[in-house]
């Protein structure tokens, strides 16, 4: 079993800054890629940003630039820095974990941004 907690969400104005971590635990050996997905009401869920084990990123257009996502190995920690939030950021933010070939998924974190 893997267990995935979320936290750092909350209601914050257009311009402000949020950040979100995630900690994994449980049977995580060969825990690899860790990242973050959002779903906004009424859309599908989309990807946020991920990270390899090595600290290689991905980021969505639609964050870059604005979002930083980070981990901390030693810790089993991902985190998503996200500055100059815009109304559209608004969603539902869920961890995400790839451990030997499964992925896993925390329950969400609401991010609500206001204008």
């Known amino acids: 079993q893997v267990q995935l907690v979320e936290s750092g969400g909350g209601l914050v104005q257009a311009g402000g800054s949020l950040r979100l971590s995630c900690v994994a635990s449980g049977d995580i050996f060969g825990i690899s890629v860790m990242g973050w997905y959002r779903q906004a009401p009424g859309r599908q869920r989309e990807l946020g940003a991920v990270i390899t084990t090595g600290g290689n990123t991905n980021y969505a257009d639609s964050v870059k630039g604005r979002f930083t996502i980070s981990r901390d190995n030693a810790k089993n920690t991902v985190y998503l820095q996200m500055n100059s939030l815009k109304p559209e950021d608004t969603a539902v933010y869920y961890c995400?974990?790839?451990?030997?070939?499964?992925?896993?998924w925390g329950k969400g974190t609401q991010v609500t941004v206001s204008s």
């Open positions: 995400t974990v790839r451990v030997r070939q499964m992925s896993y």
